[in-house]
């Protein structure tokens, strides 16, 4: 069973940044796809950005340009690098991945980032604020 542990959310105003971190406990976390996804109140969950596991990255439309991610397979780590925050970016951020080789990443209808065939493993998330 793997797990995902996530880190670095907070409550910061529009235009600043924050790093969000997530922690995999999986011997083979390079082979892994893995992506960040968000829900706000009252909103369905969305793909914010995804990294199958030959590095190919996507990004949601509403973060592309401003929001960065990466793996350290070393560390085990996935991040995403969030500059210019604006208060649509208020949610709880999740971390997913899956074994899968077949796992990949792209950006679906509605500009959002959609995961296929499945995302097994899913974190407990990590708030982030951002005040006008």
């Known amino acids: 069973q793997v797990q995902l542990v996530e880190s670095g959310g907070g409550s910061v105003q529009a235009g600043g940044s924050l790093r969000l971190s997530c922690a995999a406990s999986a011997y083979t976390y390079s082979r892994y796809c893995m992506g960040w996804f968000r829900q706000a109140p009252g909103k369905e969950r969305e793909g914010v950005a995804g990294?199958?596991?030959?590095?190919?990255?996507s990004y949601a439309d509403s973060v592309k340009g401003r929001f960065t991610i990466s793996k350290d397979n070393a560390k085990n780590r996935l991040y995403l690098q969030m500059n210019s925050l604006k208060p649509e970016d208020t949610a709880m951020y999740y971390c997913?991945?899956?074994?899968?080789?077949?796992?990949?990443?792209?950006?679906?209808?509605?500009?959002?980032?959609?995961?296929?065939?499945?995302?097994?493993?899913w974190g407990q998330g990590t708030q982030v604020t951002v005040s006008s």
């Open positions: 997913a991945a899956d074994a899968d080789t077949r796992c990949v990443f792209w950006v679906g209808p509605r500009r959002t980032v959609v995961a296929g065939p499945r995302l097994s493993y």
């Open positions: 990294i199958d596991s030959d590095g190919s990255t």
